[in-house]
């Protein structure tokens, strides 16, 4: 299965779910399922994903030669989808995986992809497609926005899931990424499944949550999942 983290609203942890999906994903299947590995994906040319998955802070280099996945979207690549996929540097999981990618080459492949929108959304499905057989569930992680890259990961994915903060904007920046979601779905992949509304760094005493998180479970009830509380050592444990 492919997974795509997306929310077009800066904030809500996106990243932080995604590669935690991952990392949970990871530690829970079953190491006899016929496929064990979870493989992350990084589309967001900032790249925090893919470097927090490797142990690297975003200023760090990257002391892994050759190419990296902006080459695959491009086209350009000559090795295999393999080639540019190394291990997560997570002492909990040995069976989480995570792609190259190098900020730089993502600006440039997010830059060339949206000057073609027509073949380009279609760039991320055909570099997984053969690495499907080989992992159990591949998390994406998107841009904060409705550019190319998070195009590219709802063409790909079969499921979706977005998180949110219970806040005005939140709500609104809910319904923008519903509305691009159902607008895939229309276009370019129908089976595009929404498998849950993640509320994120929900702070409980404040009487403006309650209220959405209340509407939120009339709204789109069971679709919201259990929300998870704003913690200093969440954001401690991110910036480690």
Same mark, same amino acid.
């Given at each position: 299965?492919?997974? $795509?983290?997306? #929310?077009?609203?800066?904030?809500?942890?996106?990243?932080?779910?995604?590669?935690?999906?991952? $990392?949970?994903?990871?530690?829970? /299947?079953?190491?006899?399922? +016929? *496929?064990?590995?979870?493989?992350?994906?990084?589309?967001?040319?900032?790249?925090?994903?893919?470097?927090?998955?490797?142990?690297?802070?975003?200023?760090? %280099?990257?002391? /892994?030669?050759?190419? &990296?996945?902006?080459?695959? =979207?491009?086209?350009?690549?000559?090795?295999?989808?393999?080639?540019? /996929?190394?291990? $997560?540097?997570?002492? !909990?999981?040995?069976?989480?995986?995570?792609?190259?990618?190098? %900020?730089?080459?993502?600006?440039?492949? !997010?830059?060339?992809?949206?000057?073609?929108?027509?073949?380009?959304?279609?760039?991320?499905?055909?570099?997984?497609?053969?690495? *499907?057989?080989?992992?159990?569930?591949?998390?994406?992680?998107? +841009?904060?926005?409705?550019?190319?890259?998070?195009?590219?990961?709802?063409?790909?994915?079969? #499921?979706?899931?977005?998180?949110?903060?219970?806040?005005?904007?939140?709500? &609104?920046?809910?319904?923008?990424?519903?509305?691009?979601?159902?607008?895939?779905?229309?276009?370019?992949?129908?089976? =595009?499944?929404?498998?849950?509304? #993640?509320?994120?760094?929900?702070?409980?005493?404040?009487? !403006?949550?309650?209220?959405?998180? *209340?509407?939120? *479970?009339?709204?789109?009830?069971?679709?919201?999942?259990? +929300?998870?509380?704003?913690?200093?050592?969440?954001?401690?444990?991110?910036?480690?």
């Amino acid at each position: 299965m492919i997974l $795509a983290v997306s #929310a077009l609203k800066g904030g809500p942890g996106k990243t932080t779910f995604a590669v935690n999906v991952a $990392a949970g994903l990871a530690l829970r /299947i079953s190491r006899r399922t +016929p *496929r064990p590995r979870v493989l992350l994906i990084d589309l967001d040319p900032q790249a925090h994903a893919a470097y927090w998955a490797l142990g690297k802070s975003r200023g760090d %280099p990257l002391p /892994i030669p050759g190419e &990296d996945l902006s080459a695959h =979207l491009l086209g350009t690549a000559q090795g295999s989808p393999l080639d540019i /996929i190394h291990p $997560a540097a997570f002492p !909990e999981t040995n069976n989480m995986d995570v792609a190259l990618v190098r %900020p730089q080459g993502m600006a440039q492949a !997010e830059r060339v992809l949206t000057s073609d929108l027509t073949d380009g959304i279609y760039a991320l499905e055909e570099y997984l497609e053969p690495l *499907r057989s080989a992992y159990a569930v591949i998390v994406v992680d998107t +841009p904060p926005s409705a550019g190319a890259m998070t195009l590219n990961a709802l063409v790909a994915a079969d #499921a979706v899931l977005v998180p949110m903060e219970l806040t005005k904007l939140g709500v &609104d920046g809910l319904r923008e990424t519903l509305a691009v979601i159902e607008k895939v779905r229309r276009r370019h992949n129908p089976d =595009l499944r929404l498998i849950g509304i #993640a509320p994120n760094r929900c702070d409980f005493r404040r009487s !403006e949550t309650n209220d959405i998180y *209340r509407f939120m *479970r009339q709204q789109y009830k069971d679709l919201v999942l259990l +929300p998870v509380s704003e913690r200093a050592q969440i954001a401690y444990a991110t910036s480690l």
